[in-house]
């Protein structure tokens, strides 16, 4: 029930804020790249002229269920992006207010998030996106929508990046006859690559809660085929991340991991990215 209470308290569709794929439990603001940043920065998101298919599932100890899917095409020089969120949060004990704590059965809840993102080069290195979002929540017989914005800007070159920007800026969703805003955050990302490794750091400031959350990482890739990275969070706790990307040719897998805060435990997100 902590874990319930965090996602849904204090902002609508808090769930907007967990990892949407692998890179999510690093610094997924600067150093998402390709179809994986159109759930986190639309500036840094680039299509190709073929069309790409991402699915990323994560699961989280809670009995919490989290998908994600992507379709990205290049068209005349413009990026255009479609993604879809659905978050389940399981099987949810009801248990009413004092005098009696006894559980009265159990009730489901969900979010879900379609978004349509665009973005293009504005100079030779900078990158200009934005990314619309329908936005819905589900909690027992009660429901809310809204709309959602996420905007941003980069600068990137051979060796390094910076990007800045907004998301989950939008209306507010009213959940039984109750107002609440969306999870909404400025956030800088910056990477610089050293010989083999990348090293990137990400700063978020949250609206809502007038709080920061940080992550710092660093990448390698071993092998042609094989990327390694290893970060370190903080959203009121620290936490570590780890992820292992497997590319071949058109194909790539990519797994996530860490030990969430807010007694949500160890999440584990896979994922597989295919050119067709």
């Known amino acids: 029930m902590n874990a319930l209470f965090f996602l849904i308290a204090s902002a609508g569709v808090n769930t907007l804020l967990m990892p949407a794929s692998a890179k999510g439990v690093l610094t997924y603001y600067s150093r998402t790249a390709g179809d994986e940043a159109i759930f986190y920065n639309p ?12 699915i990323f599932y994560t699961n989280l100890y809670t009995g919490m269920k989290n998908l994600h899917i992507a379709l990205t095409r290049e068209f005349n020089k413009i990026d255009l992006g479609i993604s879809i969120m659905n978050f389940d ?6 248990r009413p207010e004092y005098p009696t704590e006894d559980s009265t059965g159990f009730y489901s809840a969900n979010d879900f998030c379609m978004g349509v993102c665009v973005s293009s080069n504005v ?14 929540e589900n909690i027992s017989v009660y429901s809310g929508a809204t709309l959602g914005l996420d905007v941003s800007l980069a600068y990137l070159n051979q060796y390094s990046g910076i990007t800045v920007g907004a998301n989950n800026i ?17 956030s800088l990302g910056y990477y610089r690559i050293v010989n083999k ?8 400031y949250m609206i809502n809660t007038s709080s920061f959350e940080s992550a710092l990482a660093g990448e390698m890739r071993l092998t042609n085929n094989l990327e390694l990275g290893v970060g370190i969070n903080y959203r009121d706790y620290l936490y570590p991340g780890f992820y292992l990307s497997v590319i071949h040719k058109g194909l790539s897998i990519k797994y996530g991991t860490s030990f969430y805060p807010y007694n949500l435990g160890m999440i584990n997100t896979v994922g597989i990215s295919i050119l067709f």
Do not use: C, W
């Not at 939008?170 to 400025?186: D, F, H, Q, R, Y």
């Open 43 to 54: 500036a840094t998101f680039k299509a190709q002229s073929d069309y790409r298919s991402s």
């Open 89 to 94: 949060y399981g099987r949810i004990e009801a």
């Open 123 to 136: 100079t030779t290195n900078g990158r200009f996106g934005v990314k619309a979002k329908y936005i819905y």
């Open 170 to 186: 939008g209306g507010t969703m009213k959940i039984a006859s109750e107002s609440v805003n969306l999870p909404a955050k400025l």
């Open 197 to 204: 490794f990348i090293l990137s750091i990400d700063l978020h």
